[in-house]
């Protein structure tokens, strides 16, 4: 990747109120200013939906994580129902994912007519593990597909995990939301299951405001996203227009309206650009974070991969019961200094609407309940500067101090 010449820009600082610290947001959004001049050069074409930007976009995406296609799509979630309904499964096949993690991966299922079966986490991942992956797939009888996340950008073994829940590895889609960047041992992820999806949500690690991508090493199920991400026509607006395109098209699939357009690609090529320098400042912060947190008791630091590279999208402690205050009064604690939290995830299983729409193992799911009572996603982007995270850091040494 080319290194821009010039240093991120340093996070602007607002001025703290009246006897407070430094206040800092939970996450701020860099959009480089080569990504606001190619949206201006895209607008001045005349061109603003899916076009020749796109497939741009994709070629330079596919290359960056060594896959032979990529497809563009409006956001992750829609990446994730078109990939499943790509692998052609029998009408209510059950998927498996982890139920700590964002809604859009159950919605993903039920909108491409399967069922979600929950599976429980490991305590220090807050992930599924082959042990919970296994017993959730055996209770159900057996699952057809699963969904792999790597939460807040630690990799996951997702060969292993496959294997535990009994499902070949050309069913398996990988939430890759929070894992631009990861690598699971050497292969980057975005080539390693049938189909990965990301997303460039505002606050994801390479942030357009909205969008997703497929990635994958088979032509065939790129062939089938394509064409289902536009209504499931036969040739898109763009082709039509070609030189030699034809007004005729056909609809001889179901698909669903989910294209990316021209604008968002171009800030999307841009900010590929910068992201090897984004990831960077990432790691930085996260070794700046572990070096200063170390020494606060009651807080336990966030898992390093055992065999891989981590994307820090978040960086979440967990808050234990020796430490001076619980988890949710230590956020309204540091929100009351101006510092910004957040929490990944309620389980889905947590969530009214998916009790009903998902199997979960009948003794419940302890393992996530558990994360979820204790997790706490500290401030982290691209941006936030070194003195910022220090004033998070003795934020969080005070407040465990007892007075
Ligand atoms: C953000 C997120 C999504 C959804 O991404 P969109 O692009 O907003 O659809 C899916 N899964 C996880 C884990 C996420 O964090």
Redesign the pocket.
């Known amino acids: 990747m080319v290194e821009l010449a010039r240093p991120l820009p340093a996070a602007r600082v607002r001025k703290a109120p009246e006897g407070h610290g430094t206040p800092v947001p939970f996450t701020r959004t860099y959009i480089s200013p080569e990504a606001g001049r190619a949206v201006l050069d895209v607008l001045a074409t005349g061109w603003i939906t899916s076009g020749q930007q796109v497939v741009d976009f994709e070629d330079e995406f596919a290359r960056y994580v060594s896959a032979d296609e990529a497809v563009a799509v409006s ?4 990446a994730l129902e078109l990939s499943l309904r790509a692998l052609q499964l029998p009408p209510r096949s059950k998927v498996l994912m982890s139920t700590m ?2 809604c ?2 159950a919605a993903a299922i039920a909108h491409a007519g399967h069922l979600a079966v929950l599976a429980d986490v490991d305590d220090v991942t807050g992930m599924p593990s082959p042990a919970t992956a296994a017993a959730a797939a055996r209770e159900c009888g057996g699952v057809d597909a699963l969904v792999v ?1 790597h939460l807040a950008g630690l990799p996951t073994d997702v060969a292993a995990i496959a294997e535990a829940a009994g499902v070949p590895l050309h069913h398996v889609v990988e ?1 890759a ?2 894992a631009l960047g990861t690598w699971v041992g050497q292969t980057p992820v975005g080539s390693i299951s049938r189909a990965t999806c990301f ?3 505002a606050t ?1 690690n390479l942030p357009i405001g ?3 991508m497929v990635t994958t090493d088979d032509p065939d199920l790129a062939a089938r996203i394509r064409q289902m991400r536009l209504h499931g026509m036969s040739k898109d607006a763009w082709r039509r227009y070609l030189p030699g395109g034809g007004w005729r098209y056909d609809v001889a699939v179901d698909g669903i309206k989910a294209n990316m357009t021209d604008v968002q690609a171009a800030m999307g090529r841009a900010q590929l650009r910068c992201f090897d320098q984004m990831q960077t400042r990432r790691r930085a912060v996260a070794a700046r974070y572990d070096a200063a947190l170390a020494w606060v008791p009651g807080l336990r630091l966030p898992p390093r991969p055992v065999d891989g590279t981590h994307a820090w999208h978040l960086y979440a402690v967990r808050v234990l019961p020796d430490y001076r205050v619980g988890r949710d009064e230590l956020i309204d604690r540091l929100r009351e200094r101006g510092i910004g939290t957040s929490v990944h995830f309620i389980p889905v299983h947590q969530l009214s609407w998916y009790r009903g729409q998902c199997l979960q193992p009948a003794a419940g799911l302890p393992g996530a309940d558990g994360v979820f009572e204790r997790t706490l996603s500290l401030p982290m982007d691209a941006i936030i500067s070194d003195a910022e995270v220090d004033a998070v850091c003795a934020a969080l040494a005070e407040e465990g101090r007892a007075s």
């Open positions: 956001s992750c979630t829609a993690t964002f859009g991966a996340i939430d939301a929070h997303s460039f949500y994801k909205e969008g997703g």
